[in-house]
């Protein structure tokens, strides 16, 4: 214990009870791994360790963690590129009888029937940023604990998104994240409210999602951020919402709500709103009080 392996992006070390992942910070250096910095995943957060040729004169070292017990991979579900995996170590050829070594060390340690307290919360650290990121149509914002606000581009945001203002999530009322990545068409951020389906199929008619977009939302920005709220919504108490509630308001609180009709007003003025649309939508924030 206590031995450091060194390869490509990334330093392990074997403490006593966990695989503490350092990542270097440098041009070729993933950028998903420089925001995560470092990562201490105790050996019960993993199920195996392997070796296998990688690319280019390699060997891959990989500690498979365990399903659910780390929040950034429970995030990703299964769509972050090998080459940006933080559980994989890549190494040079001429080095494989020391990562075989490796990882007949890290086999050893891993419990083979490891308590299960996947129950009370992940069993790794959530990353500790960003805490906000710039998406297409919009910028979302998480507090750290207890509440994730979107705030809408007035250039890019569909009208649908207009049309609700800017929106506050508190964690309590959320049962997961929605995460696609940005390196594939059609990628979103959206936050599942608990006991319901999303609103439409549609993220950028969403009101509760982000979409990406070509340098808007990147895997090293969104990607920790869903982590850290998917990490916040298992760590709160699962008592049921209250019948009724409506995840993305802050009801009941008059200066929310006057500020949301005041958002509504302007939209009618530009004639983004029909009368009907505003008066509906007036009555129904009022009864909110």
């Known amino acids: 214990m206590g031995d450091v392996l060194a390869g ?25 791994f420089q925001a995560l910095r470092e990562r201490r995943v105790p050996y019960e957060a993993l199920m195996s360790a392997t070796l296998a040729p990688g690319r280019r004169g390699t060997v891959v070292l990989h500690a498979v963690p365990r399903p659910g017990a780390d929040p950034l991979m429970e995030a990703a579900a299964g769509q972050l590129k090998e080459t940006c995996d933080p559980y994989r170590l890549a190494l040079p050829a001429d080095r494989e009888d020391l990562a075989a070594r490796w990882r007949d060390e890290l086999a050893a340690v891993i419990p083979a029937d490891p308590v299960d307290r996947l129950d009370s919360g992940f069993l790794v650290e959530a990353p500790q940023g960003p805490r906000s990121f710039k998406a297409y149509d919009g910028k979302a914002t998480f507090d750290g604990s207890s509440e994730v606000s979107f705030r809408w581009s007035s250039t890019m945001a569909t009208s649908e998104k207009w049309k609700t203002g800017d929106q506050s999530f ?3 009322e959320l049962s997961g994240v929605e995460w696609r990545s940005p390196d594939s068409p059609g990628g979103f951020l959206r936050l599942l409210p608990r006991g319901g389906a999303p609103r439409t199929d549609r993220p950028d008619h969403d009101p509760a999602s982000v979409v990406f977009g070509l340098g808007y939302g990147p895997v090293h920005d969104s990607l920790p951020f869903a982590a850290a709220v998917l990490s916040a919504i298992r760590a709160k108490d699962r008592a049921p919402v209250p019948a009724g509630a409506v ?31 505003f008066a509906a939508k007036k009555t129904e924030l009022l009864a909110e009080l």
């Open 170 to 172: 508190r964690v309590r």
């Open 8 to 32: 490509n992006h990334a330093t392990w070390e074997l403490e006593s009870d966990a695989l503490v992942i350092r990542f270097e910070r440098g041009i070729r250096t993933p950028r998903l």
């Open 247 to 277: 995840v993305g308001a802050a009801h009941g609180d008059p200066g929310v709500i006057a500020e949301r009709i005041r958002h509504l007003g302007e939209l009618h003025q530009a004639g983004l709103v029909t009368d009907e649309e």
